[in-house]
């Protein structure tokens, strides 16, 4: 997400209308919670207990209540782990991470949606919105080498 100093997020919340607005990419998560500006130039904190997930869109017109493809259907190409993740309101979505720890935020979690040509790019889940993360695969694993 390098390039730019703002990326355009929805931001979901349980039970709540999801937030739209711009995050640093660098800079976004703070210990206290999600650094968001508004459309209207207004900078909000929201605690990570209130956030469901951060979507970062392609573009605001086509942000949908939901998205729309939120397992996968058949194991995912790219490599990476697949992992399951449950929500506290019991939602299941699936995502990809890297298979590298080192990139693994203390805060949560950023997968790769099961749809990449969808309007969500990627979508940051925070620790404490979830009820259970499960690794279901481990995709393209070094283990063998390739042929």
Request: aromatic share 8%; hydrophobic share 40%; charged share 25%.
């Amino acid at each position: 997400m390098a390039g730019s100093t703002s990326k355009k997020v929805v931001v979901r919340r349980f039970e709540r209308e999801p937030i739209t607005g711009f995050v640093n990419p660098r800079t976004y998560l703070q210990p206290a919670g999600v650094e968001v500006l508004t459309p209207a130039g207004t900078a909000c904190l929201l605690p990570y207990a209130d956030v469901k997930a951060v979507c970062f869109v392609r573009d605001f017109s086509n942000v949908e209540s939901e998205p729309e493809q939120k397992l996968f259907h058949t194991r995912p190409k790219v490599d990476g782990l697949w992992v399951r993740m449950r929500f506290h309101d019991e939602e299941l979505m699936d995502g990809l991470l890297p298979n590298n720890l080192l990139q693994l935020d203390p805060f949560g979690f950023t997968v790769i949606p099961p749809n990449p040509s969808s309007n969500n790019q990627r979508v940051f889940v925070p620790r404490t919105a979830l009820k259970e993360f499960n690794v279901l695969g481990v995709v393209g694993s070094q283990l063998r080498p390739r042929k």
